[in-house]
């Protein structure tokens, strides 16, 4: 049992988009332009050329949150999505029924649906994939040409992610809203 | 910190996924072939039947890959750590190499043309029937030609078999060589060559100052030195600075601590500028300087005199002179740990040669050469070479290159540029072969994994080049627009369907590497060893027949032994005879574990065991620090002289400036009413070998036209609306993207879309080509294209 967890030094990224389709590939996620579990968030420069914000063009790579306190768990009616047995976020597609609560749910928009299993699919950081035949790293993380992921067990006092959560800022999206994710942005 | 970027967000406020649906189409021409049609990935399961460690091919980087196969099917490539120059890591290209092993477009067995050259109408013929084609016209127009070899044109792009079929080039005996430099590194390899010995490596791991100037490492990858860059630059500690130069706010301005947006074309005048403080104030290393420096005095001079000061840049570059200044301060001061990055790009402006030639004297001035942190140099592991042919055919002409009629002391010797290089200039050889200035014909055309009709300047007359040759053979894997115009389609399998000849790779961290098979070729294809093997079968007597008829030298040497005896050196087969596999163990015969590791890890260097270290969980090491080769030669360049040559007289003599001198004709004013275009690279694809690739379609469906966002309101364009761009060349029509990350005056597009294949499902008119509108103008050195002197006009369609 662990709790999984995952730190971003999100100032590396460099926008490639490796992990987008590192995902894909590994857990066969659908084709089509907005069926992604992994995305890098940019938003619309600031300034007038050539006086420009650098600052403004910061990439922030993101997917689930895997929330302590997930809404999406909260809100579905058939207990499709529940937490795994290392603290992921999951979905039992048996039981899912398409009613996208969930999808309204998420505060992180991480979620979206598979048209060949019918089920509001999402992360599931590898853990039916790499991790169930033994790998210590998700595809996102294996694959980053700068190495922005740290993924690892948070109750693991010795676990990377637990030292460098140790040693250096980070921050959480969305604390306010009290959802306790575990994806965190090093600063 | 409160930070609102989500999915819907993103999918709102960025280009490479609003525009909803794609303009591909399926097309008949293997619609028998296909299946499934739309493809979807597989997920990967709890066993797999091997994995394979390879080479990726996607782009020309060749990182190390480990295939994983599940029931015969390739399900997912992860990095391969073994390998130090990859460091770890498949980018988005290289994940998507699967969709590229699985792409339903193609080629799947050798085609004889039965339509009108460019139609695209083939049909389905067995490899013998392919070969015995390709022999019959071979023969006729060598026969006419009266056994001149050079009546036929090779040409190839990039790759590890790229020599494998120049092999066969040799053989068969054509003067006639073209591959990517003239469209690709000529310059900069060339400049750094003839000023500090080699194009070298840049140690941006341990440097602590870098200028990024014209130099895309965000989104044009490089390895290892997109990765060493912003690890480096992006540490927890900021350990280095990273000013970046360019036009346009790139993805790498947007990991810059200084964004310049100099003016296009101008970037010589700006390092002439960092040259004049760093001499007028004596900041270079004098030591280095005092015994590394040929011609050091006069350069001086010459800078000095001619006045070159950040004032006088401020003027051409728009950079401003305190900037400058303090930019040469601060290089200065951080120097040798400090690189000016040569880039690896095409040409772009006219003086490209003379630009990378002062970059290269402006680093030594810091004494960043051949040192940890500064270029370096490195080491190479011995590989053994193999078999190759080269025949002497007495009636074979000299390379089709036009010389000026009277040679001028001081002046080009060529109509086109000043030296022929062994790569050639490909405009200027097509556009002197349209025009009928080549002193006899060329008829015949040998193209390799090359495609000329996008890959250069002024599509139009590629095409024209195209119609006019009586043969033209293709080999590759994908139906190109090249290979719309092919009389013959011999299909190549993918690379990761092929053993490719094993390569070492050189550098602080030196590795030898194997391109190995990971599944048999699908369909009929095959690799281009095999393709050779059995062309060369059937071509090689026949041929040898026709140089007995017109080679009096043959002849002659006949009589005084034998023909059996003569044609062993004319056997074109020879070179083809072994498998690659074979001939892999023979080139790493000298190291006695090599073949099994190559085998086991795709990767071997001496001492890996020692010195292979896991640092993290994601993190590997493949040499310690102290056994890196960061200094091989004391830190002095490596040209003949082991000297930086400042001033090259020997250049002056063909009429190319012997120290780098800024011309006013270099910049001139966009005209009004006009942009100046640039072209460029893309993180998710490469070049046009990739826009074909359903996954990488997914990450940005097609190129757009940068426009600044304010012109664009005047213009009443807007995002996502089509504008038709011409230039004197042609035209293409493109979608447009208003921002303000480019400057008034120009615009911008990746190159690689806009594809006329209707054979290429995603590719297929989709987006514009940048090539249709690039006019075609060398630069004067090596001719090689100039490509960002174009302007362009446009209009809302």
């Known amino acids: 049992m662990a709790r999984y967890g995952m730190a971003l030094d999100y100032k590396k990224c460099i926008n490639c988009k490796a992990c987008e389709t590192a995902c894909k590939e590994e857990n066969g996620v659908l084709l089509g332009a907005d069926k992604h579990r992994i995305w890098v968030g940019v938003k619309e420069i600031e300034g007038e050329f050539p006086l420009l914000s650098i600052a403004s063009q910061t990439f922030y790579p993101s997917q689930c949150q895997h929330c302590d306190e997930a809404p999406c768990q909260e809100v579905c009616p058939t207990n499709a999505t529940y937490y795994g047995e290392n603290g992921e976020i999951k979905v039992d597609p048996d039981k899912c029924i398409l009613c996208s609560y969930c999808m309204n749910a998420c505060p992180y928009d991480a979620r979206y649906v598979d048209d060949r299993t019918m089920t509001v699919d999402k992360c599931t950081f590898c853990t039916d994939t790499r991790l169930a035949r033994g790998e210590t790293t998700t595809a996102c993380q294996n694959t980053c040409p700068t190495k922005v992921r740290i993924f690892g067990d948070l109750d693991d006092p010795n676990s990377e992610i637990s030292q460098v959560l140790r040693e250096r800022e980070y921050f959480t999206l969305k604390t306010h809203l009290g959802t306790k994710p575990k994806l965190f942005y090093l600063v | ?797």
């Open chain 2, 1 to 797: 910190m409160h930070i609102e970027i989500s999915r819907r967000k993103f999918l709102q406020g960025t280009v490479a996924l609003t525009i909803i649906g794609s303009t591909a189409t399926t097309t008949s021409l293997f619609s028998k072939d296909k299946q499934g049609e739309l493809k979807i990935t597989t997920k990967t399961g709890e066993t797999a039947d091997r994995l394979v460690p390879t080479l990726c091919e996607m782009c020309v980087n060749k990182c190390a890959a480990i295939a994983r196969v599940e029931n015969g099917v390739v399900t997912k490539l992860d990095p391969n750590p073994y390998f130090p120059k990859s460091r770890n890591m498949l980018c988005a290209r290289g994940n998507a190499g699967i969709q590229a092993l699985y792409d339903p477009d193609r080629l799947k067995y050798p085609l004889i043309r039965v339509g009108e050259k460019g139609e695209g109408k083939f049909k389905r013929v067995t490899w013998d029937e392919a070969y015995e084609y390709i022999k019959e016209q071979t023969v006729k127009i060598l026969d006419e030609e009266e056994d001149n070899r050079s009546s036929f044109l090779f040409c190839a792009g990039e790759g590890m078999a790229e020599h494998t079929f120049k092999t066969f080039y040799q053989g068969f005996g054509s003067s006639n060589w073209l591959n990517h430099s003239s469209i690709c590194l000529q310059t900069v390899a060339s400049a750094y060559g003839l000023t500090v010995g080699t194009y070298p490596q840049a140690d941006l791991e341990n440097a602590t100052y870098i200028i990024l100037a014209g130099a895309n490492r965000a989104e044009a990858i490089v390895t290892p030195d997109t990765m060493d860059l912003f690890k480096n630059v992006k540490s927890k500690n900021n350990a280095a600075k990273l000013i970046c130069v360019d036009p346009r706010f790139t993805n790498t301005a947007a990991k810059s601590d200084k964004w310049l947006a100099i003016k296009p074309g101008t970037d010589l005048a700006f390092v002439l500028a960092l040259t004049h403080v760093t001499i007028s104030e004596e900041l270079y290393n004098k030591d280095y300087v005092a015994n590394n420096f040929n011609g050091f005095e006069e350069y001086k001079e010459h800078i000095i005199s001619n006045g070159y000061t950040p004032q006088w840049a401020e003027q051409i570059t728009g950079i401003d002179a305190a900037t400058i200044t303090t930019i040469a301060r601060e290089f200065m001061a951080h120097a040798p740990k400090a690189i000016y990055y040569p880039g690896r790009r095409s040409t772009f402006a006219k003086n490209d040669f003379q630009l990378r030639r002062a970059m290269a004297i402006f680093q030594a001035l810091g004494g960043g050469i051949d040192c940890e942190g500064g270029l370096v140099f490195g080491k190479t592991l011995k590989i053994k070479g193999h078999d190759e042919l080269s025949p002497m055919y007495e009636n074979a002409e000299d390379r089709a290159v036009v010389k000026k009629s009277k040679y001028v002391a001081g002046e080009a010797g060529y109509t086109d540029c000043a030296i022929v290089s062994g790569g050639g200039s490909w405009i200027s050889w097509r556009n002197n072969f349209l025009e009928g200035k080549q002193s006899y014909p060329v008829r015949g055309m040998f193209c390799y994994k090359h495609n000329p009709v996008i890959n250069m300047p002024n599509t139009a007359k590629t095409i024209e080049m195209l119609k006019k040759m009586e043969l033209l053979v293709c080999i590759d894997t994908m139906p190109s627009d090249t290979v719309m115009y092919a009389d013959v389609v011999l299909p190549e399998c993918t690379y990761l369907e092929r053993t490719d000849p094993i390569k070492t790779f050189g550098g602080a961290e030196p590795a030898i590497a194997v391109r190995n098979k990971v599944i048999d070729p699908m369909f009929e294809t095959k690799p281009v060893m095999d393709i050779l093997n059995g062309l060369t079968k059937k071509l090689s007597k026949p041929m040898f027949d026709i140089t007995k008829k017109y080679d009096t030298e043959v002849q002659a040497m006949i009589e005084e032994s034998s023909e059996e005896d003569v044609y062993a050196e004319f056997d074109l087969t020879i070179p083809f005879q072994h498998s690659q596999e074979e001939i892999n163990e023979h080139s790493v015969s000298d190291y006695p574990d090599a073949v099994e590791k190559l085998s086991k890890y795709g990767v071997y260097y001496p001492e890996m065991d020692n010195y292979f270290k896991q640092l993290s969980v994601n993190e590997y090491e493949c040499y310690p620090k102290s056994k890196r080769a960061y200094r091989v030669n004391e830190g002095k360049p490596i040209t003949p002289s082991n000297k930086v040559e400042c001033k090259i007289d020997t250049l002056a003599k063909n009429g190319v400036d012997a120290m780098p001198t800024w011309r006013d004709e270099y910049y001139r004013e966009t005209t009004q009413g006009k942009y100046k275009l640039f072209t460029g690279r893309h993180a998710q694809y490469t070049q046009s070998g990739s826009t074909n690739n359903s996954m990488l379609n997914d990450l940005l469906r097609e190129n757009f036209l940068w426009i600044n966002k304010r012109v664009a309101k005047e213009q009443g364009i807007e995002f996502g609306d089509l504008v038709e761009i011409s230039s004197k060349a042609g035209s293409t029509k493109i979608k447009a993207y208003p921002t303000e990350k480019i400057a008034k005056d120009q615009v911008f597009f990746i190159h690689g879309f806009g594809q006329e294949s209707s054979a290429l499902t995603w590719a297929y008119k989709n987006g514009g080509n940048d090539n249709a509108v690039i006019e075609d103008i060398m630069e004067p050195v090596y001719g090689a294209a100039a490509m960002h002197e174009t302007e362009v006009e446009i209009k809302k369609v």
